[in-house]
């Protein structure tokens, strides 16, 4: 199994940043894509940014320009790092992790953009 737990999230004012931190343990040698969803209140969860294990990024089209992702395989841990931050940013961030067909997901972390 694959454990993965957050950091990083809180208040920011709009136009801000913030950067957001995944651990990853356990089963962490058959990892393969990592990511970030994010769910508002009352919305369904969506997807932020994935990386595979070569590198290769993927991005919804509301954070492309403003947000990376990014990863240290050695550390197995996975970055977003968020800037222009908007109000329509707020949510609660997870984490996730893709092994060996399987998914995993962390707690989640409350990001919440002032106007």
């Known amino acids: 199994q694959v454990q993965l737990v957050e950091s990083g999230g809180g208040l920011v004012q709009a136009g801000g940043s913030l950067g957001l931190s995944c651990a990853a343990s356990g089963s962490t040698f058959g990892i393969s894509t990592m990511g970030w969803y994010r769910q508002a209140p009352g919305k369904q969860r969506e997807l932020v940014a994935t990386i595979n294990s070569g590198g290769n990024t993927n991005y919804a089209d509301s954070v492309k320009s403003r947000f990376t992702i990014s990863r240290d395989n050695v550390k197995n841990t996975v970055y977003l790092q968020m800037n222009s931050l908007k109000p329509e940013d707020t949510a609660v961030y997870y984490c996730?992790?893709?092994?060996?067909?399987?998914?995993?997901w962390g707690q989640g972390t409350q990001v919440t953009v002032s106007s």
């Open positions: 996730n992790a893709l092994y060996y067909g399987l998914v995993s």
